[in-house]
């Protein structure tokens, strides 16, 4: 079925367009941000900036916009695409803190009397902790209220299934009366703190929570406390920030990667003037000046340290890795939200639904830093488990209901050049190395980005003369809208529907995808119509089930800075964060469309092809993340379809395409697989070779090799197993009829 459908023809004059809706804005902010090619320019033959900040996270692109609108010319860089790390695998929410604020509480009310013990260390400790969630609540406001594009408010509901709890929760032994009132009155402390401007927490008796929640084991639940957070799609936010950071002034780009620090000042010899940066794209290397350098790296951040200081051997953050899993939308209503506070570990859960999926996390356990985490299994399946508890007994939760799973990894930080270092920061570290003059901020949450570039700027203005007398003025970011205000309405979807004729999961997809350029990508949709059929649009998704445009992969191209395949099935779209097996099948038509776009030739899209493939292995999906796979074997309509996604007609494939096969069909295959099949292809004849010795397979030498006992030792075994079965039934006298 298609997401643009024929329009009828009285509809198809501007005059009876005009006359009918509104139009889009007269000058659409797609078309203020600059093409990455020109921001490259600009990094290479800027003779100096007055900041480079380094890491294009939410926290870099926060820090590089902040700059910018104060007056300074700045320089942003990341390595790979605005957060394809940490930024890109939140819980997706932006919260208040209320799980700071109740660790606030008791540590205040402590049953060890510290209060009475030690008044004013146990006071101190508990307004820093208040203030970080005020500022959580300010932040919060400032999302929901100025980027009313990008967020939404969620419900979030806590089922209570006892009127005592025990053990209770956070240990703490007043806490088992919460379901007597003591969390309604919590929650409405809660509201209070943002000033009420949220939706109001609310009790749902048992017999709405059924109707409301009927995936709920209702028998169980005596009621609900509801309360609410802001949500939003957390690499679309970034890069929205390093949009509106362009558009301001700044110098902001993806895939530069940092080799190398420059120190040219030789009155200052340990002094960091610069960066050696590499346009990953082109492999070109350049420098970049600047007199103040802000280094962003999350989790990273010690990796960028060793570049300043080869010697430095404290380490100043350490990673925590949280797992999610998606799964389908029919285990939860598409409105509300569950979260267990009292788990198995004492962890919270979320249960929350995400993008007509269910979103399940997170998990917390310390890991070293890498830029492809993998989901353990254990805590996959832990989060079956807890998830399962709150779950009506006839939904079996079962591991294949796991369309997608992630890991992400949250930096915990410590000051290394404070005298006190033995704690690890809750909020986010700011540090200053004197001998270098380079800053780094680490740590924090999603919610206080803001904050915390804010922050980051304000520390580089303190420790750097020179970049004093250039600020015009304070921060501003507070009173700022994100790319994609400008023409949001929140009757935007239907305008859309009305002047494009989209279904309303498209129409809902672009408004909270783009905001008010929605339009922009409507008019690509349009542009690449069949020439055959213009007022119709054939095979315009570009995979079946997902509300994602074609002409959103010409549109990230063009005006997004998508430089690759997982850029789009990553984080333009979120595809491969809510199926896995979906982003696999989609890689080749995505490839294809950048490279028509591009003037990709076929190497490189078989280069593209692989790599792609090889970072969707990072996420996990219907099946364990396992190489252990005996038996190969599929059917022939499973092998049929698979192959039509690389080439419809079945026409032969090379090695590059066999790699995606595999991943279709959940069974990766190793180079020396894939080396025997071809073996086997050219001993019954199925590969064809060209002038340049490249060889390709035939469908049918595919099928062959595919479920052939060559390689599915399995088969023999579990055959001879079968066999040996059928003589013994045999042999007791037992008959079929």
Request: proline residues 6%; neutral net charge.
């Amino acid at each position: 079925m298609l997401a643009l459908r024929r329009r009828p023809h009285h509809f198809s004059t501007a005059a009876s367009i005009d006359a009918r809706v509104p139009q889009p804005p007269s000058k659409s902010e797609t078309f203020e941000i600059p093409q990455r090619s020109a921001i490259i320019h600009k990094l290479r033959t800027e003779k100096e900036f007055d900041l480079l900040v380094i890491g294009g996270g939410a926290t870099g692109a926060g820090a590089a916009l902040d700059a910018t609108q104060r007056g300074l010319k700045v320089a942003c860089v990341e390595r790979e695409d605005f957060a394809s790390g940490t930024s890109s695998r939140s819980t997706k929410l932006l919260w208040g803190g209320s799980r700071y604020l109740v660790q606030a509480l008791v540590s205040l009310f402590s049953f060890d009397l510290r209060l009475i013990r030690q008044p004013i260390s146990t006071l101190k400790k508990f307004a820093a902790e208040f203030k970080m969630v005020m500022n959580c609540h300010r932040e919060r406001t400032y999302m929901m209220n100025k980027q009313v594009h990008l967020t939404d408010w969620v419900p979030i509901s806590v089922p209570l299934t006892s009127w005592l709890i025990w053990p209770p929760p956070f240990g703490y032994p007043p806490a088992a009366l919460g379901p007597l009132g003591l969390f309604t009155v919590f929650f409405k402390f809660y509201d209070a703190l943002s000033g009420f401007n949220c939706p109001p927490s609310h009790i749902m008796t048992k017999s709405r929570a059924k109707r409301k929640f009927p995936q709920l084991a209702n028998n169980k639940v005596k009621y609900c406390s509801v309360f609410y957070e802001g949500m939003h799609d957390d690499a679309r936010t970034n890069l929205a920030i390093a949009q509106t950071a362009a558009k301001e002034g700044a110098a902001i780009a993806n895939y530069c990667e940092v080799v190398s620090l420059l120190k040219e000042d030789s009155s200052q010899p340990e002094r960091v003037t610069g960066a050696m940066v590499r346009d990953v794209v082109t492999n070109e290397t350049f420098p970049v000046r600047a007199k103040s350098i802000l280094l962003c790296g999350g989790p990273f951040t010690d990796e960028l340290r060793n570049m300043e200081d080869d010697q430095a051997t404290n380490r100043a953050v350490t990673g925590a890795s949280g797992i999610h899993i998606i799964l389908p939308s029919y285990f939860a209503p598409s409105g509300i939200g569950l979260v267990d506070m009292s788990t198995s570990d004492g962890r919270f859960l979320f249960f929350l639904p995400w993008q007509g999926h269910v979103l399940v996390g997170t998990t917390d356990h310390k890991c070293e830093p890498t830029m492809r985490p993998v989901p353990d299994e254990s805590e996959i399946k832990w989060l079956l488990n807890e998830a399962s508890k709150y779950l009506s007994p006839e939904l079996q939760l079962r591991r294949q209901d796991v369309l997608s799973a992630w890991a992400g990894i949250r930096p915990l930080a410590i000051d290394p050049h404070c005298k006190d270092t033995a704690s690890v920061s809750r909020d986010h570290v700011i540090s200053h190395n004197p001998t270098s003059g380079v800053v780094f901020i680490s740590g924090g949450k999603w919610t206080t980005y803001r904050e915390m570039a804010e922050d980051a700027v304000d520390k580089i203005i303190e420790v750097n003369s020179p970049v004093q007398s250039l600020i015009k003025g304070p921060s501003r970011t507070l009173e700022t809208h994100l790319v994609g205000h400008q023409g949001f309405m929140r009757n935007l979807e239907i305008v859309l529907i009305q002047e494009f004729n989209i279904r309303s999961n498209v129409a809902h997809r672009l408004v909270r995808g783009y905001g008010g350029r929605a339009w922009d990508v409507l008019k690509i949709a349009q542009e690449i119509r069949s020439v055959d059929d213009p007022d119709d649009l054939n095979d315009n998704l570009i995979v079946s089930g997902f509300p994602y445009l074609e002409a959103e992969v010409i549109f990230a191209v063009r005006h997004d800075w998508a430089v690759r395949p997982e850029d789009i099935l990553a984080r333009r779209t979120r595809l491969a964060f809510l199926n896995k097996d979906a982003a696999v099948k989609a890689v080749p038509k995505v490839v294809q469309l950048m490279a028509k776009e591009l003037h990709w030739d076929p190497h490189r899209q078989q280069e593209e092809t692989k790599r792609c493939v090889e970072y969707l292995r990072h996420f996990g999906g219907p099946h364990p993340l396992t190489q252990e796979n005996v038996i190969r074997s599929a059917t022939m309509t499973d092998l049929k379809s698979a192959f039509r996604r690389i080439d419809e007609e079945l026409g032969p494939i090379g090695k590059e395409d066999i790699v995606l096969l595999g991943e279709m069909l959940n069974h990766p295959l190793s180079e020396e697989e894939i080396r025997d099949m071809f073996a086997f292809g050219q001993q019954h004849g199925y590969v064809q070779s060209d002038n340049n010795n490249n060889h390709r397979i035939s469908f049918h030498g595919v099928a062959s090799w595919w479920n052939s006992e060559r390689c599915n030792p399995g088969l023999v075994s579990m055959k001879d197993a079968k066999m040996a079965n059928v003589k013994e039934v045999e042999g007791s006298g037992t008959m079929f009829g």
